[in-house]
C-alpha cells in the first residue's frame, strides 16, 4: 500500500530532535525521502540512520538555520540529489522561558527572533522559487499556542512564533496562485527535549510542570507523534484545500 507521501521529497529542519525528528520518521515511515538538517551533527545523523536501518530514505546535512549561505548549499545538494523539493518544515526553534521583559536584553532578543522567525523566512525564501517552479509543494511552518496566546517570561518566543503564524498567512496568499500551499502548526506543551530541558532549569521541576499540565483541558502534555502526524496531514495531498490555516494540537490549552 502507497504511503500517504509517497515519492516525496521532504526537507526538515531541526530534524536531530523532538519534533523534528519525530516528523521525519513519520514522514520516511509514510515514503517520503528525507533530508533532515540542524546544528546537532551527531543526534542529526542519528535520527538518518535510524531511519535508514528502518528500511526509509533519510540524509542528514549539518545547517544553521540563520545562515543565509548555508540554506542555499542545503537547497542546492536537496536538488542534486533527488531534483525536487516537495515538502518543507521549518521546525529548527529555541525556547526562551523565564525571561522577564523587565529584564530582556536586545541580544537575547534577537537570538530567538533571530532562529525562530528569520531561519523560517530563510527556510521559506530558499525553497519556495523551487516549488513554484514546480507548481506543487507544501510548507508546514512550527508556530506555537504562543504565536496565540501569551505567556509570562516568554516575550520574545510569543513575538517569533506570532509572527510565524502572519508570515504563513502572508506567504499561502502569494503562493496559492504557484500551487504551493504553506500552514502553521500550534501545539501545546510537547513532551520534548525542550519542554523537559525547560522544566529543569525552573526553580521547582515539578511544580513548574504541575502548572503547565493543569493549562491542558486533557490533563496532560502532548506527546510528538500528536504532533508529527499532524505535519504528515499538512505535507501530504490529503490536506490539499488546506492554505494559510493555523492546526491547534494543545490538548485543550487555548480552548479556555
Ligand atoms: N515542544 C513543544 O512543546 C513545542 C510547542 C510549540 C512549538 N514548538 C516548536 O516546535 C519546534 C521544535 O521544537 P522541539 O520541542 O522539537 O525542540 P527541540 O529542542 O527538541 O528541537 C529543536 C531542534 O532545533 C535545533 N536548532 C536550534 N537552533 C538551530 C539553528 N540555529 N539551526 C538549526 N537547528 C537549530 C536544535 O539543535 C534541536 O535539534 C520549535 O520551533 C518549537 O518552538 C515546540
Known sequence: ???????????????????????????????????????????????????????????????DVTDQARWAEVVAATMERHGRIDVLVNSAGV??????????????????????????????????????AQGAGSIVNLSSILGKVGLPGASAYCASKGGVALLTKAVALELAPAGVRVNSVHPGFIETPMVVNAFRESESENEMRDMIVSRHAMGRLGMAREIADAIVFLASDEASFMTGSELVIDGGYTAA
Open 1 to 63: 500500500m502507497a504511503g500517504r507521501v509517497e515519492g516525496k521529497v521532504a526537507l526538515v529542519t531541526g530534524g536531530a530532535s523532538g519534533l523534528g525528528a519525530e516528523s521525519c520518521r513519520r514522514l520516511a515511515r509514510e515514503g517520503a525521502k528525507v533530508v533532515l538538517t540542524d546544528l546537532a551533527a551527531e543526534a542529526g545523523q542519528a535520527v538518518a540512520d535510524d531511519i535508514l536501518a528502518a528500511g526509509g530514505e533519510a540524509r542528514f546535512l549539518g545547517q
Open 95 to 132: 525556547g526562551n522561558g523565564g525571561e522577564p521583559i523587565l529584564e530582556a536584553t536586545l541580544e537575547g532578543w534577537r537570538r530567538i527572533i533571530g532562529i525562530n522567525l528569520d531561519g523560517t523566512f530563510l527556510g521559506i525564501r530558499h525553497v519556495a522559487p523551487v516549488m513554484a
